[in-house]
């Protein structure tokens, strides 16, 4: 366009003044021209930096101290059992982490016991048999009437190793006997551009507190533990399989309830809705207004309507489930379904719209009836549409928070849900409560599990993506 | 919506197929499939009509709870006591005790009468009532009964009063509406113009191939979870800031970088539904424009902007809209703890940090804590719904048709 304006200067006098003027006038829209784009530009580092922070802190180098080492563990239990055992310990069976915690804690181990597999009041297990303390646990038939102080260290751990999975025993050995404990955490920039000052950093360190068995080594927040493990109090032991079991619930559900709702009040209004009358202009404008009222404010609804007024239904206490309260999956989806309502019916309404009046005509023609157009012709063809703008509604609503914590679900929970009316916790509750803490390797947990929720919904968009490419190629063929 | 045409048309085939099923015998399968279109019609209807419930559900459960919170009154200890007895007509009272003072006006009761204090004497000890009042009969009282003073939360108090310290029965909400309004003001300072700028250059100066790019590319800022941009707030702006302007003006927690961060969460919305406003200009205007010898900033700025001006207008309102119902970013960057401050760099609670703080601790049901996130939810409900309806009437009222 630059140059058809320059094109005119032989149509318009040229004297000086007004060239000048031309020239200021071509030179300020270049400059507004690299602000436009600058902005622009700012933008998307600004999701550049978002991201790059997530990463620095999900990876970086970790000081650790543990009472023992490894090695030292390794040695100890080879002794013990007269052959040599070869690590690592998360390697290990069972019965020789059931071992290693008997050699080097003794007196714990009732407790553990206690700890992990009592089913009673912790002033009673003493006293009771174990065909009643540990009911359910597997027990040789020749202990079960006797209580655990009657029994052995060797029967003792014999219990243990019996009963406890892999990762619940490795975990009680990294944490009681090795007493791993991180000492500080550096992000990965610092790990890649300054190793050097983390060495001097951990040599002073060490020299101040005098840690036993200290050790500087690279650490990935995210791995496999932190992925299947559960929550603890311990961040080098925490991990986050029960909130994505609780997002993966509370997703599943929502989609149960809100899916079939959403498209058929889409179905209602592009194919049925015409008379305009109040009903259905009043349930157009309803839609738009909800789909912009914060999402906090529908937590508050969930809090006073599911949690609270249906308590016997959300909790399950109706179908015979003791949950205590309404604060269950069940109120979650409930209020999660609401939230995202408008959004599909929107999304639903577009797609339906978008499919040609030819093919309805064409069905009318053959004689369907107006039901066997919709179901036959009309959303077959909408499905994709249908499907992508619920897959993006999905989305939005795996990475909301705030109407979860306003329901309550922001207790910590150790237990994996197990139904519609468990209790849970979520992905972005358990990040939410991590940012929250001031320790410097509950930002970086919350980092790894920011990863793993960005990775869920990298897969969503990515499925969207390739239904849309589906359909417009199907259109285009 | 089909069009009118169609409709007619259908609406024509059916009255004949009517008639022709009119004349012959109607079959059961026919009766049948009638009934059946009309239960899923009705079911379909059902569908809609939820929406209307979830509106219903929150206007009243917002309305009811905030109406409790409103309620009078709630019988609080006053700190003080009776210190002489009093016969069932003496209006004249010797009280002692320390708390704050009673004020005129201000109802009390003791033991089951109610009384409004007319006057008070500080300097004597002694305040006027009138006794008996709301219905509850005078009686004698001893010496030493506890003197119980009526905390109830009048609207005016709700939207004036500066202070909120529920353990003090006061409930303005003036500093957590300000908080609010700070960031609000913050994060548009922040999106208006790089949402606009960006709106303009995929729109004006993009090439059909970079828009198809950066498009997609800006507005994955939109997907990114909230709660994921409050640590980012958290963890790199609140840091840079601090190391900008120095870590004793700049507090951990802060409206600013709150701020800064709900703004960027909402250049996408600003720049998508302005660029589409941009687009929607016709190319003939700009055309012109250039062919009256203007530069492609100034055919920018005093044609197509101001052509798409509603749209843009309308994007702003709705880029307030979320930032006012913004809650996990100010949640985690903004501060616990309401507080009116003015000061950018402080820490200061907004409405919807101060529903999620409380939430999320132990919370008993029909506490005056409880109703009292109705009544701040309800506020919330009304500005956001105000500004919603208010965005759409922009677009309606001054939007220029181009034909």
């Given amino acids: 366009m630059g140059e058809q304006v320059q094109d005119r200067q032989s149509f318009v006098p040229g004297d000086q003044a007004f060239q000048d003027d031309l020239r200021r006038r071509h030179r300020r829209a270049k400059r507004w021209q690299v602000f436009f784009f600058a902005s622009l530009v700012v933008g998307l580092l600004a999701l550049l930096a978002l991201f790059a922070n997530v990463a620095d802190e999900a990876f970086g180098t970790i000081a650790i101290a543990s009472k023992y080492s490894e090695a030292e563990v390794l040695a100890a239990l080879s002794e013990a059992r007269g052959v040599t055992v070869e690590g690592p310990l998360e390697a290990l069976e069972n019965d020789d982490l059931a071992q290693v915690l008997a050699l080097y804690i003794p007196r714990r181990v009732p407790v553990i016991v206690r700890d992990e597999l009592s089913r009673v009041k912790p002033e009673d297990f003493t006293r009771v048999p174990l065909r009643e303390a540990l009911a359910g646990a597997t027990l040789p038939p020749d202990i079960a009437d006797l209580t655990i102080s009657q029994l052995s260290l060797e029967q003792q751990t014999a219990i243990l190793s019996a009963n406890l999975t892999h990762d619940v025993l490795y975990a009680r050995v990294l944490n009681d006997v090795i007493g791993l404990d991180i000492l500080k955490s550096w992000t990965l920039s610092r790990t890649l551009f300054d190793y050097a000052g983390i060495e001097a950093e951990f040599q002073a360190l060490v020299a101040a507190q005098d840690p036993p068995n200290p050790q500087l080594k690279p650490h990935s927040w995210l791995n496999s533990t932190f992925v299947t493990g559960t929550q603890s109090s311990y961040p080098e032991l925490a991990g986050i399989r029960t909130a994505i079991l609780g997002t993966l619930w509370i997703m599943a559900l929502t989609m149960l309830i809100a899916f079939p709702l959403g498209v058929g009040a889409a179905i209602y209004l592009e194919e049925y809705a015409h008379s305009g009358n109040w009903l259905e202009r009043l349930i157009e404008t309803n839609i738009r207004n909800l789909a912009g009222v914060p999402s906090i404010i529908y937590g508050l609804l969930g809090l006073a309507i599911f949690v609270r007024a249906l308590a016997p239904i959300s909790s399950g206490a109706l179908f015979g489930f003791n949950e205590a309260n309404g604060r269950t999956i069940f109120s979650a989806a409930m209020t999660m379904a609401l939230l995202i309502l408008p959004v599909i019916i929107i999304a639903a309404q577009e797609a339906i719209r978008a499919v040609p009046q030819s093919i309805r005509d064409a069905s009318y023609g053959l004689g369907a009836t107006q039901w066997q157009t919709i179901w036959y012709q009309v959303l077959p063809a909408a499905l994709p549409g249908i499907l992508t703008g619920t897959i993006l509604s999905m989305s939005r609503a795996i990475g909301e928070t705030a109407p979860l914590i306003v329901i309550g679900a922001s207790a910590v929970i150790f237990v994996d849900p197990s139904g519609p009316f468990s209790k849970f916790t979520a992905l972005p509750i358990q990040i939410w409560q991590w940012t929250a803490r001031p320790q410097e390797e509950f930002r970086n947990l919350a980092a790894a599990a920011i990863i793993v929720l960005l990775a869920l919904l990298l897969v969503l968009n990515s499925a969207a993506i390739i239904l849309r490419q589906r359909v417009s190629n199907r259109l285009r063929g | ?403």
């Fill in chain 2, 1 to 403: 919506m089909q069009n009118q045409a169609t409709l007619q048309k259908r609406e024509i085939i059916a009255t004949a197929l009517n008639r022709q099923a009119a004349r012959g015998e109607r079959s059961a399968l026919h009766q049948r499939t009638r009934l059946w279109e009309r239960v899923i019609r009705y079911l379909l209807l059902m569908c809609g009509v939820v929406s209307i419930f979830t509106t219903i559900g929150i206007v009243v459960v917002l309305g009811s709870e905030a109406l409790l919170f409103f309620t009078p009154p709630t019988w609080i200890d006053s700190f003080k006591t009776l210190q002489e007895p009093i016969t069932a007509t003496a209006t004249e009272l010797a009280i002692s005790g320390a708390g704050t003072p009673l004020e005129a006006g201000e109802i009390i009761r003791m033991v089951n009468e109610e009384m409004r204090v007319v006057s008070v004497d500080a300097a004597a000890g002694t305040i006027t009532v009138e006794r008996a009042i709301n219905g509850t009969v005078a009686a004698p009282l001893t010496a030493g009964v506890d003197i119980l003073r009526a905390d109830s939360v009048t609207l005016g108090e709700f939207l004036t009063s500066t202070q909120w310290m529920p353990q003090l029965g006061s409930f303005g909400v003036l500093p957590l509406l300000n908080a609010t309004l700070m960031i609000s003001a913050v994060a548009m300072l922040v999106a208006i113009p790089l949402g606009l700028s960006a709106a303009i250059y995929l729109s004006e100066y993009a090439s059909p191939k970079a828009r198809a790019v950066l498009k997609p590319v800006l507005e994955l800022l939109a997907g990114v979870p909230t709660v994921v941009f409050g640590y980012f707030a958290l963890t790199f702006v609140t840091p840079l800031l601090r190391s900008l302007f120095g870590i004793d003006v700049v507090e951990i927690y802060n409206t600013a970088s709150a701020g800064i961060v709900v703004g960027i969460m909402i250049i996408p919305t600003v720049a998508s539904i302005s660029e589409d406003a941009l687009r929607a200009v016709p190319q003939s205007l700009r055309e012109a424009s250039y062919g009256l010898g203007a530069t492609r900033l100034e055919t920018v700025t005093r044609v197509v902007v101001p052509a798409a001006l509603s749209g843009i207008v309308a994007s702003f309102i709705l880029g307030v809209s979320r930032a006012i119902g913004e809650t996990m970013i100010v949640s985690i960057a903004a501060g616990a703890g309401p507080k009116f401050t003015f000061n950018l760099f402080a820490g200061a609670e907004t409405m919807t940090g101060h529903i999620v703080r409380i939430s999320s601790g132990d919370i008993s049901y029909n506490s005056i804590d409880y109703n009292s996130l109705f009544a701040i939810g309800l506020l919330l409900f009304v500005i956001t719904l105000a500004l919603n309806i208010l965005s759409r009437a922009v677009t309606a009222r001054f939007r220029e048709v181009y034909q």
